[in-house]
């Protein structure tokens, strides 16, 4: 049985030609050859016709060197892996891999900063608010306790119930999330007045405000133990600080709602410290009246009460704004 594959004979490549011929190229030999020709076959041809000849290097000095280098005596005394390895600058005081040369494209506009995007403020809402939670549920009889002596004095025959622990423990809790709390608007309204020229690092403006904030408390708290200690007995004393305590926790739960709208829902700066006036002026209010019904109700001594009232809270409230200021001015 004869095979049904055509099989077509090798072409021949043609007589090699002397190398120098006038004329002679690798296209004359190509194209000798048939047109169906491989690849195979063609590189054949060329190799048959074409001889490498050796390669004669220069023997002239190379004019055209490197600058910086000296003037190579041949063309072997050129070591190019040492030029391939490195750069020019390399080993030179300008040479500085490490910074940034330039850049593609064509630089946008930045994002600017926007408070509800900001991964800190944002995990200490959080904190605030897990705080609050977990406070109430620990401290609720605490808290109703002072609600139902806020606007009475208890009998002196009434037994005192002391608070726990786990109690104390909450509070002082509470009085760290309304130092955060007060950081917050004050950081606001900081970066309301002077938001061209505050720092990067806007962060440590909310560490300096709440620390200022703490270190009024701790102040308020070493005044009326020494003044409690010299004018009035322990009992007075203890009161006026668990209504303290009370109070000054108190004023973050209500100021957490604020500092929501403020970063969240774009509330003005002006709305937010009209209100945080107007939370500050109430409580002081209520704190004028407690301190006259704890300490001085049965002396009837107007006067004396009236300076301790301004010695011991209106001060040091003036004291803690004024450092809030100074410190907001250090920021620019």
């Given at each position: 049985?004869?095979?049904?594959?055509?099989?077509?004979?090798t072409?021949?490549?043609?007589?090699?030609?002397?190398?120098?011929?006038?004329?002679?190229?690798?296209?004359?030999?190509?194209?000798?050859?048939p047109?169906?020709?491989?690849?195979?076959?063609?590189?054949?041809?060329?190799?048959?016709?074409?001889?490498?000849?050796?390669?004669?290097?220069?023997?002239?000095?190379?004019?055209?060197?490197?600058?910086?280098?000296?003037?190579?005596?041949?063309?072997?005394?050129?070591?190019?892996?040492?030029?391939?390895?490195?750069?020019?600058?390399?080993?030179?005081?300008?040479?500085?891999?490490?910074?940034?040369?330039?850049?593609?494209?064509?630089?946008?506009?930045?994002?600017?900063?926007?408070?509800?995007?900001?991964?800190?403020?944002?995990?200490i809402?959080?904190?605030?608010?897990?705080?609050?939670?977990?406070?109430?549920?620990?401290?609720?009889?605490?808290?109703?306790?002072?609600?139902?002596?806020?606007?009475?004095?208890?009998?002196?025959?009434?037994?005192?119930?002391?608070?726990t622990?786990?109690?104390?423990?909450?509070?002082?809790?509470?009085?760290?999330?309304?130092?955060?709390?007060?950081?917050?608007?004050?950081?606001?309204?900081?970066?309301?007045?002077?938001?061209?020229?505050?720092?990067?690092?806007?962060?440590?403006?909310?560490?300096?405000?709440?620390?200022?904030?703490?270190?009024?408390?701790?102040?308020?708290?070493?005044?009326?133990?020494?003044?409690?200690?010299?004018?009035?007995?322990?009992?007075?004393?203890?009161?006026?600080?668990?209504?303290?305590?009370?109070?000054?926790?108190?004023?973050?739960?209500?100021?957490?709602?604020?500092?929501?709208?403020?970063?969240?829902?774009?509330?003005?700066?002006?709305?937010?410290?009209?209100?945080?006036?107007?939370?500050?002026?109430?409580?002081?209010?209520?704190?004028?009246?407690?301190?006259?019904?704890?300490?001085?109700?049965?002396k009837?001594?107007?006067?004396?009460?009236?300076?301790?009232?301004c010695?011991?809270e209106?001060?040091?409230?003036?004291?803690?704004?004024?450092?809030?200021?100074?410190?907001?001015?250090?920021?620019?």
């Amino acid at each position: 049985m004869n095979d049904s594959i055509p099989v077509h004979p090798t072409p021949s490549a043609p007589p090699p030609a002397k190398d120098g011929g006038a004329g002679f190229s690798t296209a004359k030999v190509v194209s000798k050859l048939p047109k169906d020709a491989t690849p195979a076959q063609l590189d054949s041809a060329i190799q048959a016709n074409f001889k490498p000849a050796p390669i004669n290097w220069s023997s002239q000095p190379d004019t055209l060197h490197l600058p910086g280098h000296p003037v190579p005596k041949s063309m072997a005394d050129m070591v190019f892996q040492k030029f391939g390895s490195g750069t020019f600058f390399e080993g030179k005081p300008y040479y500085h891999p490490e910074i940034k040369g330039g850049q593609q494209g064509v630089a946008g506009d930045p994002i600017p900063y926007n408070i509800a995007r900001d991964d800190i403020i944002s995990t200490i809402l959080i904190f605030c608010f897990i705080v609050a939670v977990v406070g109430f549920s620990q401290s609720a009889r605490f808290i109703v306790l002072q609600l139902k002596t806020m606007f009475r004095q208890p009998s002196e025959k009434t037994t005192e119930i002391s608070e726990t622990a786990s109690e104390l423990r909450f509070l002082l809790f509470f009085v760290m999330q309304t130092c955060l709390l007060g950081a917050l608007i004050g950081f606001f309204s900081m970066r309301d007045k002077i938001a061209a020229n505050l720092v990067d690092d806007q962060h440590i403006a909310i560490i300096v405000f709440g620390v200022v904030i703490l270190l009024y408390f701790i102040l308020k708290v070493v005044l009326y133990q020494l003044t409690g200690w010299v004018f009035f007995d322990k009992k007075q004393t203890r009161q006026w600080m668990k209504f303290m305590l009370f109070s000054f926790s108190t004023i973050g739960v209500v100021l957490y709602p604020l500092v929501l709208l403020d970063a969240y829902f774009n509330l003005s700066v002006k709305t937010t410290l009209t209100c945080v006036a107007i939370i500050v002026i109430l409580f002081k209010l209520l704190a004028f009246y407690k301190s006259f019904l704890i300490f001085f109700s049965k002396k009837a001594i107007y006067l004396q009460f009236f300076l301790y009232f301004c010695a011991l809270e209106i001060v040091p409230l003036f004291a803690m704004l004024a450092c809030l200021v100074v410190s907001g001015n250090y920021f620019k």
